[in-house]
């Protein structure tokens, strides 16, 4: 039902910046939970950043002050503003899209983010 594109990874060396966006799909994306996730080679994947249908906003403390997530809902768009970024935020990062009642979960691709020091 719902389908998610993740675009904007890159190349980036140490302390620069990249703005990742998730292009979604259907006509609810705004009762959505979104999230960002990252899977870095060896690791298990982990929750990024989340912004809820009212905006409130939950990072992981990896990133806490570095990254902004945000939502325009009449784009159907979640974005991941990275920053200060380091090589340890090298991963593939997924777009998520979680449905209220906690029954329907989404996924998009994945875009590659590569940080170089």
């Known amino acids: 039902q719902v389908q998610l594109v993740e675009s904007g990874g890159g190349l980036v060396q140490f302390g620069g910046s990249l703005r990742l966006s998730c292009a979604a799909s259907g006509s609810f994306f705004s009762i959505y939970t979104m999230g960002w996730y990252r899977q870095a080679p060896g690791k298990q994947r982990e929750l990024v950043a989340q912004i809820t249908s009212g905006r409130n906003t939950n990072y992981t403390d990896s990133v806490k002050g570095r990254f902004t997530i945000s939502r325009d809902n009449a784009k159907n768009t979640v974005y991941l503003q990275m920053n200060s970024l380091k090589p340890e935020d090298t991963a593939v990062y997924y777009c998520?899209?979680?449905?209220?009642?906690?029954?329907?979960?989404?996924w998009g691709q994945g875009t590659q983010v590569t940080v170089s020091s």
């Open positions: 998520n899209a979680q449905f209220p009642t906690g029954l329907y979960a989404y």
